[in-house]
């Protein structure tokens, strides 16, 4: 079965450009999170939907951050005016319903600001 | 916020050794995850674990609640196994999401 799917995989931005990454998440799962993995650093939680409601976005760094799920499936990570600190591999994860379930995660985009 | 501190940072190891990486958090959690990533790869789940103990081959993780610590341990390695093991726990300190440890790089030497 197809796992999480994510989209580009890497992403090369000049600074001020808006990027958009994409997150296709398990059929079927409800949750749906993402992380910012700085290199030689664990992940960081950004975010976090249940179906088409984000029900946690404290992670999100500042407010060039806008992530969506409008239908409940498939998401998208903005990031508008880019900063050379955003420069990050950005993750997701889907699973059934919440923390108490294992998370799949996806490859990952590789975020370049230059 | 939930601290997770893995320890050690990095281990380098002989073919065939018991390894060990420890876990410890400061809130309390609903769930505790070991995670592997290989280099430029996404990320595994290996285990979700609340309570005692879970063995998969010859990964084997525990936890003790009360002491808030766990610990991965891996049987008789091989240089497959060698990549980042991260421990993530949640919900607890305040996010929904998992908070990370910054990870241990193992490296198993044939």
């Known amino acids: 079965g197809a796992g999480v799917s994510q989209s580009p995989r890497y992403k090369v931005a000049k600074r001020g450009q808006d990027v958009a990454l994409r997150c296709d998440p398990i059929?079927?799962?409800?949750?749906l999170f993402w992380y910012q993995q700085a290199l030689g650093q664990g992940p960081e939680f950004l975010t976090y939907?249940?179906?088409?409601?984000?029900?946690?976005k404290s992670g999100l760094p500042s407010d060039r951050f806008f992530a969506e799920r409008p239908e409940g499936s498939v998401s998208t990570l903005k990031i508008q005016r880019t900063q050379q600190e955003d420069s990050a591999v950005y993750l997701c994860?889907?699973?059934?319903?919440?923390?108490?379930?294992?998370?799949?995660f996806g490859p990952g985009t590789r975020l370049t600001v230059t | 916020k939930n601290e997770v501190e893995q320890s050690p940072q990095n281990l380098t190891a002989q073919e065939g050794e018991f390894i060990t990486i420890n876990c410890s958090y400061s809130?309390?959690?609903?769930?505790l995850h070991w995670l592997q990533q290989h280099p430029g790869g996404g990320i595994v789940s290996l285990f979700m674990?609340?309570?005692g103990k879970k063995k998969h081959g010859r990964l084997i993780a525990t936890i003790n609640i009360q002491e808030k610590h766990s610990s991965l341990h891996i049987t008789a390695s091989h240089p497959r196994d060698s990549a980042v093991y991260i421990c993530?726990?949640?919900?607890?300190?305040?996010?929904?999401?998992?908070?990370f440890g910054k990870g241990t790089h193992l490296i198993i030497q044939p």
């Open positions: 994860a889907s699973s059934l319903v919440g923390l108490r379930y294992e998370q799949y």
């Open positions: 059929s079927g799962h409800v949750s």
């Open positions: 939907f249940q179906n088409e409601a984000q029900l946690d």
């Open positions: 809130v309390g959690i609903s769930a």
């Open positions: 674990l609340s309570s």
């Open positions: 993530a726990v949640g919900p607890g300190g305040g996010a929904d999401g998992l908070t």
